[in-house]
């Protein structure tokens, strides 16, 4: 593993894919000798050769960037949501207003006003995909996404002292928080016992044991590995984090995928005709899957699996941040080609015409 983005985070990152990743949840805190920290009773300090946290902040987006989204206007659902660990439905008219544009009624915008009274109540703000709304956030996610070959999407967490936005539940995904402002204490608990296990909220009877007990400060990060069942609980302040998700193959990507490797190179008509002929394209199915299955690896189903979920991952309507050219132009940058007079891509103006209205001209007379 080789990751610039995680050596900020984590310190050695060698080290932490040995020890923690996929392993062992570890709280890594700002500027701390004993980091990191990951234990099996809580609240235990790691040895002394293990890594220091470097003092860099971890979040590119806090609370100013919230205000500014607030102030910007244009914040509104399914982006951000308001929750409760005690199950009590927030509706979204609790913390957002409605406008008027063009005479005609739209909901869903952010309120600040209405946010801030839910959070004296004990509610968590949740923002959803901040990557795709907010360029700092969305550029973090795009490196680590590169470094690691893993889909991550970027959430964030508002939490008064006390406060807890979901019960304990299970994640499917390797996640790191970035605390932002405030302290939170997380409780991280032991992984699934059983292969076929559910995401979501654990069931009243099962019981897990604790891994990892801590407070996390601005500029700490925890890592919780996929599957690993954790809650957290508002210790001080008006609590911040971005959790990053990191996304790993299911057993449905690896199906797509060998679907897609077996059919590879097979060309059958679309629609045989007859009884034979749809017997025969069985025979051809079978004859092809079957060489192809003998040169296919699972090294090779998984690297295949990766490439495709990389190539989903910039397709909006798949579920990935939309793909962002790195070079597009920006109007600032289109408004100054066209003061200083410079042909800007797409442009159609007097002196463009002009120029077309000549060469048509000019063939013309050619052509006479």
Request: proline share 8%.
């Amino acid at each position: 593993m080789e990751s610039p983005t995680l050596a900020d985070w984590v310190g050695d990152v060698r080290s932490f894919a040995e020890r923690q990743w996929q392993r062992e949840p570890a709280l890594f805190p700002r500027d701390n000798p004993a980091a990191p920290k990951a234990t099996a009773a809580a609240e235990a300090t790691a040895a002394p050769e293990d890594p220091v946290a470097p003092a860099a902040p971890a979040s590119p987006f806090d609370l100013d960037e919230l205000d500014a989204a607030f102030d910007g206007g244009l914040l509104r659902t399914p982006y951000l949501e308001m929750v409760r660990s005690d199950k009590v439905t927030i509706p979204p008219e609790a913390f957002t207003t409605s406008r008027v544009v063009n005479g005609v009624t739209h909901h869903g915008f952010a309120d600040r006003a209405r946010v801030l009274a839910q959070l004296r109540r004990g509610a968590t703000l949740l923002l959803r995909c901040v990557d795709q709304w907010h360029r700092p956030t969305g550029d973090l996610v795009s490196r680590l996404s590169e470094e690691l070959d893993r889909r991550i999407e970027a959430f964030f967490f508002v939490t008064p002292a006390g406060g807890q936005g979901l019960a304990v539940h299970r994640d499917d995904a390797d996640v790191f928080v970035l605390q932002a402002a405030g302290r939170k204490t997380w409780y991280v608990h032991d992984a699934p016992t059983a292969a076929d296990w559910q995401l979501g909220e654990l069931p009243d009877d099962e019981r897990s044991p604790l891994r990892l007990h801590g407070v996390l400060e601005p500029g700490g990060v925890l890592y919780i590995p996929r599957g690993f069942a954790h809650r957290a609980v508002g210790a001080g302040g008006l609590s911040a984090h971005l959790s990053l998700t990191v996304r790993d193959l299911s057993v449905q990507d690896l199906r797509a995928a060998l679907e897609r490797q077996l059919a590879e190179g097979l060309d059958l008509p679309a629609r045989p005709l007859g009884e034979a002929a749809i017997t025969d394209a069985c025979a051809t199915l079978l004859d092809h899957a079957r060489a192809r299955l003998a040169t296919l690896g699972p090294e090779d189903l998984l690297r295949a699996a990766r490439a495709a979920r990389s190539v989903r991952s910039d397709q909006p309507d798949r579920g990935g941040p939309p793909a962002t050219p790195p070079s597009a132009e920006t109007l600032a940058e289109a408004a100054r080609s066209w003061e200083s007079g410079a042909p800007a891509a797409g442009r159609t103006g007097p002196s463009s015409l002009g120029r077309t209205w000549r060469k048509l001209r000019d063939a013309a007379r050619t052509g006479a």
